[in-house]
């Protein structure tokens, strides 16, 4: 009964120290697919809900990490084929881009622009370029953590996030938010 | 490096696009992040993790419960309402066809009107 206790401590503690060390994984990658904030924070946790259920089952999970990015990203393309997802009761504008409080009413509302442009932009690369951003400007993730990550190698990523940064320059530009290099 | 025609008032606020893109994203990431989303796991007692066993017994008990109130009630009532039987085509085909003999027998033994004679309606030959 004690053992039993203090396994169940253990798994426990076990299951904490994934969810710090991973979450945001897991929420960059589903906020990558939908670029919505809230139902990225949704998928994180039912992909949590769901390991946790898989411990409880008994299920042997040999790599945590990746099992953990395959079902978030499962969520988020079955979340794209639902209903839900094609009759949407909120804007993109009302689900993020929510700035700052301290910013003036003005700066919010330029902000909320260029983050619109963004958006647009963003929208328009695919699934995996998203992944690679979302990694690299929301966690700040170094080259060779965002190859981990995906289970791809640095080149690839180097490659993949060169184009994607270049689009998004771009189209930017086009659009007159920056300027090109 | 290529720059953008823009008017000067705009192109004082240029920025690059990694500083954008780091904006945009570090905007969306949630500022709190949620507590370890299982029940129990934030240092809850042991305890709720038996609830849904529990609840599941409670619920089962509940339904053996109601059926056996059902079977008793159904025991007790099924004497306490007089039958009436139906009469009609849709009645035992039986007891319709011996209410309908029973009928017929009683039109039998009815008497017989008798009426007079009635005249005969032949039309007498006219002569000739």
Redesign the interface.
């Known amino acids: 009964m004690a053992s039993s ?1 203090s396994g ?1 401590t253990r798994g ?1 503690a076990e ?2 120290a994934l ?1 710090q060390r991973h ?2 994984e897991v ?1 960059a990658l589903a ?1 990558a697919r939908h ?1 919505k ?1 809230d139902l ?2 949704d998928i994180m ?1 039912e992909t ?2 769901r390991l ?1 259920r898989a411990r409880l089952s008994g299920e042997t999970i040999l790599n945590p990490r990746a099992w953990l990015l395959r079902v978030a990203r499962n969520l988020a393309e079955d979340h794209a084929k639902s209903a839900f997802s094609r009759n949407g009761t909120h804007t993109p504008q009302t689900m ?5 409080r301290e910013m003036l009413p003005v700066e919010r509302l330029e ?1 909320q622009e ?2 619109a442009q ?2 647009a932009v ?1 929208e328009g690369l695919s699934p995996a370029d998203r992944e690679i ?2 990694l ?4 700040d993730y170094s080259t060779p953590e965002i190859a981990e990550v995906l289970s791809i190698n640095t080149t690839a990523v180097h490659m993949r996030l060169s184009r994607a ?1 270049q689009r ?2 771009d189209r ?3 659009q ?6 | 490096m290529s720059r953008v025609k823009l008017p000067p008032d705009e192109t004082q606020s240029i920025r690059p696009p990694d500083e954008l893109l780091g904006d945009f994203f570090k905007s969306a990431l949630p500022q709190a992040w949620p507590a370890v989303p299982v029940p129990g796991a934030t240092g809850a007692d042991r305890a709720q993790g038996t609830q849904p066993y529990t609840t599941l017994i409670k619920s089962r008990l509940a339904v053996a419960a109601s059926v056996a109130l059902l079977a008793a009630a159904s025991f007790w009532t099924s004497g306490s309402f007089q039958r009436q039987e139906r009469v009609g085509p849709r009645a035992d085909p039986a007891t319709w066809e011996a209410q309908r003999r029973r009928l017929h027998q009683d039109v039998s033994r009815l008497p017989r009107p008798s009426h007079p004679a009635l005249p005969s309606r032949r039309i007498p030959r006219q002569p000739g």
């Open positions: 206790a169940d426990r299951f904490e969810y979450s945001r929420w906020y670029l904030s990225a924070l946790q949590f809900m946790w993020d881009g929510v700035p700052s902000q260029t983050f963004i958006r963003l951003l979302s690299r400007y929301a966690l940064r998004v320059a930017l530009a086009v007159g938010v920056h300027q090109t290099s």
